[in-house]
């Protein structure tokens, strides 16, 4: 339970806050409003500033969450508990139906989209007649514990903020997992995390769900808070806002969410309440002050306000260390492995009218380096994209260990044990070199999203961390294992991903330009980690610019040129086959 | 039926213009520019509080703005101020909004002729885009798309309760700017939406010049596609998001100039009828200027007849219409690696 203290210490002021004398009920109606918010906003920041999917349907979500149990309380008499599950549930259902739709669209169709939704959902709440329209639906009962009633917003107050509490944990504990790592890697691009195995359209559309149905929970508090719903509150205005509660805050952060929340929520009260004294009433004046105030905060911090906050504080949560004494179960290998691991045959691929690998052949064996070199443009990533399924193939097969892939996908390549590296970099800049590490572990742990929210996945993770940490070790690196990633510089970021391919527990490991960014020393270390491996019984097949480096490591050597295989053989038949030194020199020597 | 195809097409092609102007600011700034409905009111309400006699806020709001922009320009050019620089900003920033301000000054009490009105709105507005970028966007122009949305936002709060504080809470109308009108067969062309139908035409055309053939044109291209290659070859990508501005300001304007005689706007309106030509941007890709166009008349088509036939739902009608359109986007469109943030 350490570094959990800040946290237990905000739930005993928060828990005083109602008792604290002399506190106008004023703001503990505030106080409820903030936490209705910060639900919402909560989902924002796993959705938009975690997952990188931004939505401004989210007061939708709670629209559906609010009227359901408005429904259900009033037209059917369900008691508010019972109508708790309903809500949660219609909201979640909400979430697959418009998720199933909306969460493809990629970049900047996504909020677009949301905002259309947001729009026409709230003009649906509005005209429906067992919605009450535009009147809405009042006399909604209050929560009850068996004789209490919370009728009185210090009573509701409990019950909000316990929600928010536990949501605020739940939703720390999912991002510390192997699944919050899966949903951290989603906003740099999908290649990465898919060559590691993450089944990026599912992790999205899960973090769609959750951040939906925690609007459905704020939407059902807010029906048994303010007693009666109207479409009002749904609006595109309110989406906006709580996306805006979320950047204010700092979205990424859970914390920044419960600020942001609190942060706009006080300011628009302020503004509403003392500007019109200030300035005699003049129409909406606050919100043209709200508005001015939201821009210049943005461009003091523009990545939100707790980040700001937190690198205000003198110290620093230390990072934990992983127990390394822990052992992940090797991944399954089928016995007897045949000799011929990779059989590259006639793969082909074509952009248009251009042909980036023009029937190209080879194979990899069992414990051998092969070198894959030729000028800029000979192919050489296009082929390294075409055997791990980042593209399929125009024509031709590519098969491992016997078993033709068939333009499988990178989660199926890599389960077969190949893992990669690439040429430009994906690493996640903001997280830890040791949780870059972990992605590459991925498929070899098993704990699901909602173990880990209740942190039941903690000998799972534990086993994940321990191989990382190995592997991070293995490559050197352990002095940065908790730096974040993008304060390394570029080659021990290409290092990283080196370890990150090894978390696979691969046969056979595909290197795009390792050495590139390195200086002569890293380069011999990476020449003898690699060296270390193959002896240990892998494989591994590498681009490479560094003819020095090819031509000392690699026991075989294909050479592409303008997507064609010229030659292939030992580096020193290589060095002096007059084709190669054609393509290279551009003259028969 | 012929009418409402007719009324829609004339609503159509009002979002159609919004639309381009939107795509145009989003390639150039990333920006998504929500403030557009309010250049739109803008237009329309200076322009018809001008032809009544009136004096209208904007005219002072772009002189605020304008001081408040020199004082950014100063402040940014704090370590090199020189006479040619302060003078330049203060030329652009102080001077012409002064010199807007005087003249519709000098007009407001003497009845102008249309044109005059549309003109002296025409700069007004234009002035405000401009230093809106100036004040609110140029300072975030390095942040992500989303930090850039949000403050787009905060500056359509702002602008709109301004409009309310200028125009008031009554809906307004303003003269038409060609009378006449002819009939063929069924149909009745008014010189309006003859104007509007003309208006459009020519803008697209002209954008399409524009980007196709002047330098200009070509850098903001360049901006769009990549802010720092552009910077290197020497474009001051600050500039190109000006002039992104202006010419949206400028579209926002006029199409608030073009149908505040056809339709009454309030301060609010422009909210929704951006939005609408926002529809039309993102059916368009928020890339593609013809399909946009195309998409802009289908949105206006299909409200002019849900209007009709389910008023009640016209807006439900129209908003949803996206989730199929956005659905087959997303499946024509190939699997792009994105890695910006």
């Not at chain 1, 919370?150 to 192997?178: E, F, K």
Request: glycine fraction near 10%; proline fraction near 5%; hydrophobic fraction near 55%.
């Amino acid at each position: 339970m350490k570094g959990r203290w800040p946290i237990l210490l905000f739930a005993a002021v928060m828990a005083a806050i109602p008792h604290l004398p002399g506190m106008p009920p004023f703001w503990i109606v505030l106080s409820d409003n903030i936490g209705l918010s910060a639900l919402v906003a909560m989902g924002l920041v796993l959705l938009t500033g975690v997952g990188g999917l931004t939505s401004f349907g989210q007061a939708a979500f709670v629209g559906f969450g609010a009227y359901t149990s408005a429904v259900l309380t009033t037209a059917y008499g369900l008691s508010p508990w019972l109508s708790l599950p309903a809500s949660l549930l219609v909201s979640g259902l909400a979430a697959v139906l418009l998720g199933l739709v909306t969460v493809r669209l990629s970049g900047h169709y996504l909020p677009l989209g949301t905002i259309a939704w947001g729009l026409g959902l709230f003009y649906l709440f509005s005209k429906l007649e067992f919605l009450g329209r535009n009147d809405g639906i009042s006399a909604i009962p209050p929560l009850s514990i068996g004789p209490l009633k919370m009728l009185d917003p210090g009573a509701i107050y409990y019950a909000i903020w316990i929600a928010v509490l536990v949501c605020a944990l739940l939703t720390m504990n999912l991002l510390d997992s192997r699944t919050g790592r899966a949903i951290r890697a989603l906003r740099r691009g999908h290649v990465a995390a898919e060559a590691f195995g993450v089944q990026t359209p599912r992790a999205k559309l899960l973090v769609f769900i959750y951040a939906a149905v925690l609007a459905g929970l704020s939407g059902w508090l807010y029906a048994h808070f303010e007693r009666a719903v109207n479409p009002t509150p749904f609006g595109a205005q309110a989406g906006i806002e709580y996306l805006f509660i979320a950047v204010v805050g700092g979205a990424g952060y859970v914390w920044g969410g419960v600020l942001g929340a609190a942060i706009v929520v006080i300011l628009k009260e302020i503004l509403q309440s003392y500007l019109p004294l200030l300035l005699h009433g003049e129409g909406q004046l606050e919100t043209i002050v709200f508005g001015i105030l939201l821009v210049a905060l943005l461009q003091l911090a523009p990545t939100g306000v707790w980040p700001w906050l937190m690198s205000l504080l003198p110290f620093k949560p230390d990072g934990k260390r992983p127990d390394t004494s822990l052992t992940l179960p090797p991944r399954p290998r089928t016995p007897g492995e045949p000799n011929v691991l990779l059989q590259v045959d006639s793969a082909r691929k074509q952009f248009g009218g251009v042909v980036a690998v023009n029937d190209v052949s080879f194979d990899v064996q069992s414990r051998e380096i092969v070198a894959l070199i030729g000028p800029n443009g000979a192919g050489k990533s296009t082929t390294f994209n075409l055997i791990t399924g980042v593209l399929t193939a125009t024509s031709g097969t590519i098969s491992v260990l016997g078993r033709k892939l068939h333009n499988a996908p990178p989660q199926e390549v890599v389960k077969l044990g190949i893992s990669r590296t690439f040429q430009h970099v994906k690493l996640v800049p903001d997280m830890t070199v040791l949780e870059n590490v972990a992605i590459g572990a991925h498929l070899r742990g098993q704990a699901s999203a909602l173990a880990s929210m209740f942190r039941l996945d903690r000998a799972d993770e534990a086993r994940l961390l321990a191989e990382a940490a190995r592997q991070v070790d293995r490559v050197g690196l352990s002095g940065q294992i908790d730096q974040l990633a993008g304060s390394l510089s570029l080659g021990q970021q290409r290092i990283v991903e080196i370890a990150r391919a090894l978390c696979v527990d691969p046969m056979l490991l595909l290197l795009d330009e390792p050495a590139a960014g390195l200086r002569h020393m890293e380069k011999q270390q990476l020449a003898a980690l690699l060296r270390q491996l193959r002896d240990g019984g892998m494989s591994v097949l590498l681009v490479e610019h560094d003819m020095g480096f090819v031509m000392d490591l690699a026991d075989r050597v294909v050479v592409l040129d303008f997507g064609t295989k010229i030659a292939e053989g030992a580096p020193d038949a290589i060095k002096s086959n007059p084709e190669v030194i054609k393509a290279y020199l551009g003259v028969a020597a | 039926m012929l009418f409402l195809v007719q009324d829609g097409i004339t609503n159509g092609a009002i979002y159609a213009l919004l639309g381009l102007a939107l795509v145009l600011v989003f390639a150039v700034t990333r920006v998504i520019l929500i403030p557009q409905g309010e250049f739109v009111t803008y237009g329309a309400l200076t322009y018809a509080s001008l032809a009544s006699g009136q004096m209208p806020g904007t005219a002072k709001l772009a002189v605020a703005m304008g001081v408040a922009a020199f004082a950014f320009d100063l402040f940014a050019a704090r370590r090199s101020l020189h006479g040619p620089r302060v003078a330049r900003a203060f030329l652009v920033n102080i001077a012409l909004p002064c010199a807007v301000l005087a003249l519709t000054f000098f007009f407001v009490s003497r009845h102008p002729p249309a044109l005059v009105s549309v003109a002296l709105s025409l700069v007004i507005v234009a002035a405000i885009g401009l230093f809106l970028y100036r004040l609110a966007f140029q300072p975030l122009a390095h942040t992500s798309v989303l930090v850039l949305l949000i403050a787009s936002v905060g500056c359509h709060l702002a602008l709109q309760g301004l409009g309310l504080l200028f125009f008031g809470a009554e809906g307004q109308r303003g003269p038409t700017i060609a009378d006449t009108a002819l009939s063929a067969g069924p149909l009745r062309f008014t010189g309006q939406s003859i104007a509007v139908y003309g208006i459009t035409v020519a803008f697209i055309v002209a954008l399409w010049l524009f980007f196709g053939l002047t330098l200009y044109g070509k850098a903001l291209r360049a901006t769009a596609v990549n802010r720092l290659g552009a910077r290197l070859v020497g474009i001051r990508t600050s500039l190109s998001g000006q002039i992104a501005f202006l010419l949206a300001s400028v579209i926002g304007a006029l199409s608030g100039i073009l149908i505040v005689p056809i339709t009454t706007l309030y301060y609010d309106t422009g909210f929704l009828i951006g939005l609408k030509g926002f529809i039309a941007a993102i059916i368009g890709g928020l890339v593609s200027y013809p399909l946009t166009a195309v998409a802009a008349l289908m949105v206006g088509i299909v409200e002019s007849f849900s209007s009709f036939y389910a008023s009640n739902f016209k807006e439900v009608i129209v908003f949803m219409l996206l989730v199929p359109m956005l659905l087959l986007r997303s499946l024509a469109a190939p699997a792009v690696e994105e890695e910006k943030d």
